[in-house]
């Protein structure tokens, strides 16, 4: 049988013959039960609360058709270098306005209270240290993926949309407000809660489905040769090293763990959910209002014969949940804030070293803390897969690779200095470039000319790239807002 490329559709019209000859086989296995199942399934279809679910579900019982997955590609094709060869350490020059940092106002150090949860709800469940609770939906306990085809997640949805399901949907909205929840932060609160109910994942994955289509995100359900479940999510962002899919001119992904070779070909539909639209957007613009699980962390480098220390605190809540996000776009990560305890402890010690400083001098200190405060080791020497970390994270774990330092980097010169910078991707490499009236490497953006500054080379100063990028174009430039909140 030939395939067809980047999730384009085919007919797989033994499909549903396999799928009549499964039902078939499981009610001769299942007699007893068999009838009573029937009964609910059909009591449910008499009872949906949505007027859309009745054609919606007659839609799900059509033929599905065959869709072969695109394996997006990494964010790096190229291995980053394992090592790269420090510069000897070099003065920098001495130029520009005397600097003083402002710190924080106490404004931005309010924050909200947690939720509280109600006792009488007797479905609780721990989110990053918060607890939530929900309330019991005795009847979603009668969907079961029976048979285990097409068939079976028609039935499924047949019982759910004749649930109370609105009393859920308004649970996880009002804590997607109070923990200032993102569409990723709503999505895994919906995956954690979806299994909680369902100890079984085929179960579980749909009535998640479920949900987002009814939260109006835009999902679709799938099934894979061995009858397991798959949701396809339409996102606002390219996802890496995942599996996608087309449909109408948008993309969707499997963004849960999988084994590539297991989803090389789906059963799907092409039509959405009606009024289901919204794509999943992984910006963030403000971090959760999670627990408060308070670590210390202290780091110290030498910089001109001198041992510079620091410490500060950071919330492993917030990193846990960071830990959590996919590979996508890289400005999610440049423009993503930081938590105002780590932020204002660093600024604080890196005041007492900055104040007093000619700006050249102090953009030098930071781009050299970032280059020495950290070990390089690339992701898959310490994760073991591909991971691009948000700017709090960089400071927190032991290592860090070239794309994790540039977010950092940037940041900090953004919200320290209030000046313009911009991610420079090469094939194996990410450094920065700033909009400065400094001489040395650089690089034009916006017709505008920008100076090099590698967080990643160590001992490099402001305007000395790697040799090998100097004569090379960058593949592209990674947009950072000057406007971003900072918690």
Not at 125 to 148: H, N, T, V, W
């Amino acid at each position: 049988m030939q395939h067809n490329k980047d999730g384009e559709q085919k007919l797989f019209s033994l499909f549903g013959l396999f799928s009549l000859i499964y039902i078939l086989g499981s009610s001769l296995l299942f007699a007893g039960s068999f009838e009573d199942f029937k009964r609910v399934q059909s009591e449910s279809f008499h009872k949906y609360k949505d007027k859309r679910d009745n054609e919606f579900n007659k839609y799900l019982k059509e033929q599905w058709k065959e869709y072969t997955a695109y394996i997006t590609k990494p964010l790096f094709q190229e291995q980053k270098p394992e090592v790269i060869t420090p510069l000897e350490e070099k003065k920098a020059l001495n130029v520009g306005p005397i600097v003083k940092i402002t710190l924080p106002s106490q404004k931005e150090q309010i924050e909200k209270k947690a939720p509280v949860v109600d006792e009488k709800k007797a479905i609780k469940l721990d989110f990053f240290g918060r607890e939530l609770g929900f309330s019991p939906q005795q009847e979603i306990q009668k969907a079961k993926f029976y048979p285990r085809a097409q068939a079976g997640i028609s039935n499924f949805f047949s019982i759910l949309a004749s649930s109370d399901y609105q009393i859920t949907l308004a649970e996880i909205q009002r804590y997607k407000k109070e923990l200032d929840l993102n569409d990723w932060g709503v999505y895994l609160l919906v995956k954690q809660f979806a299994v909680l109910q369902y100890k079984d994942k085929d179960e579980a994955k749909i009535y998640m489905w479920f949900l987002f289509n009814k939260l109006q995100y835009d999902v679709k359900i799938a099934l894979n040769e061995s009858k397991h479940i798959y949701l396809l999510h339409y996102t606002k962002n390219q996802v890496y090293s995942k599996a996608r899919f087309r449909f109408n001119m948008k993309n969707y992904y499997i963004l849960s763990s999988y084994q590539v070779e297991d989803i090389k070909n789906i059963y799907t539909y092409a039509q959405s959910y009606p009024n289901a639209t919204k794509a999943l957007d992984f910006t963030l613009d403000r971090l959760p209002q999670l627990a408060k699980k308070i670590k210390s962390k202290h780091i110290s480098f030498r910089e001109n014969n001198k041992v510079y220390q620091y410490t500060y605190h950071y919330n492993q809540e917030i990193i846990d949940f960071m830990k959590t996000y996919p590979q996508v776009n890289y400005s999610v990560y440049f423009n993503a804030p930081m938590e105002v305890i780590l932020y204002n402890d660093l600024v604080r010690d890196l005041k007492k070293d900055l104040d007093g400083k000619k700006m050249s001098s102090a953009l030098n200190f930071v781009l050299h803390f970032v280059q020495k405060a950290f070990q390089y080791r690339r992701d898959q020497q310490q994760f073991g897969y591909e991971k691009v970390m948000f700017a709090e994270e960089t400071l927190v774990y032991k290592a860090s690779d070239c794309e994790d330092r540039a977010v950092l980097f940037a940041y900090l010169v953004k919200h320290i200095f209030g000046i313009s910078v911009v991610g420079v991707k090469y094939s194996d490499h990410i450094s920065t470039a700033l909009y400065i009236p400094m001489r040395g490497d650089t690089v034009i953006y916006n017709q505008r000319r920008y100076v090099m500054a590698d967080p990643t080379y160590i001992n490099a100063n402001i305007g000395q790239e790697i040799p090998k990028y100097r004569d090379i174009e960058p593949e592209y430039f990674i947009q950072i807002e000057m406007k971003s909140k900072r918690v």
